[in-house]
């Protein structure tokens, strides 16, 4: 239900946007994320977006530099990464969860979702 795409080898300063399509549902009421995994680490939470309203939520070491959107008619999550760093060099994974965060709780931890695309990998070099 989840297909992402996009990532690849970019110098470090260097962007790239990934893709994820979601298909088989409607996504109302959904909080979609993405997620990455660098090599011997845990999984980490990246952004996440609210799919009916549009907020969003990054963690602390991407504000700034990666922002996240969709696309209601394509059925769309969009994860543009700008100023990319080496320490970005991750397999990215984009995640569904069907409930809507409340508060300050933006659910970041992998367990909280319930759908999950394959990953894209994306390499920084310095």
């Known amino acids: 239900q989840l297909h992402a795409s996009g990532g690849g080898l970019v110098q470090a300063g260097g962007s790239l946007r990934l893709s994820c399509a979601a298909s088989?549902?409607?996504?109302?009421?959904?909080?979609l994320g993405w997620f990455r995994q660098a090599p011997g680490k845990e999984r980490e939470f990246v952004a996440a977006?609210?799919?009916?309203?549009?907020?969003?939520y990054y963690t602390d070491s991407v504000k700034g530099r990666f922002t996240i959107s969709r696309d209601i008619a394509r059925n769309i999550v969009y994860l543009q990464m700008n100023s990319l760093k080496p320490e970005d060099t991750a397999v990215y994974y984009c995640a569904a969860k069907s409930s809507l965060p409340y508060g300050s709780n933006w659910y970041q931890t992998r367990t909280q979702y319930d759908y999950w695309g394959q990953g894209t990998l994306v390499t920084v070099s310095s």
């Open positions: 088989g549902r409607a996504f109302t009421g959904f909080l």
């Open positions: 977006i609210v799919w009916s309203a549009g907020s969003s």
